[in-house]
T-cell receptor, first 115, second 117 residues
Framework: AQSVTQLDSHVSVSEGTPVLLRCNYS??????LFWYVQHPNKGLQLLLK??????LVKGINGFEAEFKKSETSFHLTKPSAHMSDAAEYFC?????????????FGTGTKLQVIP | DTEVTQTPKHLVMGMTNKKSLKCEQH?????MYWYKQKAKKPPELMFV???????INESVPSRFSPECPNSSLLNLHLHALQPEDSALYLC????????????????FGAGTRLSVL
């Protein structure tokens, strides 16, 4: 069985400072991992994905994440926060179950950016 | 084009009404999904269609009835809903080509905000 844990339900940073959103996963196999962002009253937008290639993954809007198998982590980072980054972020683990793709969402981290 | 289009954006219905949500994609994806998202919670999977056939029903009450008329279109028919069914309903699609299923990206629509009175 797979699971994903987002360690912080709420993160607050000042504009221009680094962002760190933490995610740990559990999976029986070599997982695929994703980060999605959801702005208020919007759908989910893919930020980046890890699918067993390079462990450091670059995404859109300056975000990146590093897959660390030894730590079972896939933390999301950004060097400098913008006001527009304020949103809910979901870490997702993907596997195959019964011949179909099964994704498991973390509980989400709400990012607040203070001017 | 990575767009999944959902209509309507907002829907208010009474408990005796019948309404439908619509989802459309033109990316050639053969897997389509319905999710339900309550406030401050992650999306919860409801249904999965693969090649226009219902593959997964996550024990959803029968007052929700999905339909996949063709490979581009996914509907969710609603009847006799309860106030607790009020939520954001998200549609997603992805390729469905093994091997490598786990690597498939799910593309989400903007959702339909449903209020049941």
């Amino acid at each position: 069985a797979q699971s994903v844990t987002q360690l912080d339900s709420h993160v607050s940073v000042s504009e221009g400072t680094p962002v760190l959103l933490r995610c740990n996963y559990s999976s029986s196999y070599s997982p695929s991992l994703f980060w999605y962002v959801q702005h208020p009253n919007k759908g989910l937008q893919l930020l980046l994905k890890y699918t067993s290639a390079a462990t450091l993954v670059k995404g859109i809007n300056g975000f990146e994440a590093e897959f660390k198998k030894s730590e079972t982590s896939f933390h999301l980072t950004k060097p400098s926060a913008h006001m527009s980054d304020a949103a809910e972020y979901f870490c997702v683990v993907s596997d195959v179950s019964g011949g179909y793709q099964k994704v498991t969402f973390g509980t989400g981290t709400k990012l607040q950016v203070i001017p | 084009d990575t767009e999944v289009t959902q209509t309507p954006k907002h829907l208010v219905m009474g408990m005796t009404n019948k309404k439908s949500l619509k989802c459309e994609q033109h990316m050639g994806h053969r897997a389509m999904y319905w999710y339900k998202q309550k406030a401050k919670k992650p999306p919860e999977l409801m249904f999965v269609y693969s090649y226009e056939k219902l593959s997964i029903n996550e024990s959803v009450p029968s007052r929700f009835s999905p339909e996949c008329p063709n490979s581009s279109l996914l509907n969710l028919h609603l009847h006799a809903l309860q106030p607790e069914d009020s939520a954001l309903y998200l549609c997603a699609s992805s390729q469905d080509r093994p091997p490598g299923l786990a690597k498939n990206i799910q593309y989400f629509g903007a959702g339909t905000r449903l209020s049941v009175l």
